[in-house]
Nanobody, 125 residues
Framework: QVQLVESGGDSVQSGGSLRLSCAASVDTYSTSIKGWFRQAPGKEREGVAAIHRDGRTIYADSAKGRFTISQDTAKNTVYLQMNSLKPEDTAMYYC???????????????????WGQGTQVTVSS
């Protein structure tokens, strides 16, 4: 069974930075793609960034230029470096893993079979 454990969420001021981590219990075909999603109260879950085991990445427009997704394949860990944080980035952030998909689907929640419990990010103005 695949388990994903996120960490790194915190409360920061606007303009600050955070680094989220997601450790996966296994590395299999079914976890070839890992993504970060977020969900704010009263809003739908949205894709932020995703990365394939081969290193290809994709970002939501809201993340481009501020967030960087990376991975350490030896540790089965994916990171999300978030800079220039804004109050609108406040949300629960979830790590997800799934099988290979067309890249256009990497920011869609339905593409992912496995989810972590989430880590809270709060950005104050």
């Amino acid at each position: 069974q695949v388990q994903l454990v996120e960490s790194g969420g915190d409360s920061v001021q606007s303009g600050g930075s955070l680094r989220l981590s997601c450790a996966a219990s296994v590395d299999t075909y079914s976890t070839s793609i890992k993504g970060w999603f977020r969900q704010a109260p009263g809003k739908e879950r949205e894709g932020v960034a995703a990365i394939h085991r081969d290193g290809r990445t994709i970002y939501a427009d809201s993340a481009k230029g501020r967030f960087t997704i990376s991975q350490d394949t030896a540790k089965n860990t994916v990171y999300l470096q978030m800079n220039s944080l804004k109050p609108e980035d406040t949300a629960m952030y979830y790590c997800a893993a799934g099988p290979p998909q067309y890249i256009r689907n990497w920011l869609l929640a339905r593409s992912f079979a496995y989810w972590g419990q989430g880590t809270q990010v709060t950005v104050s103005s």
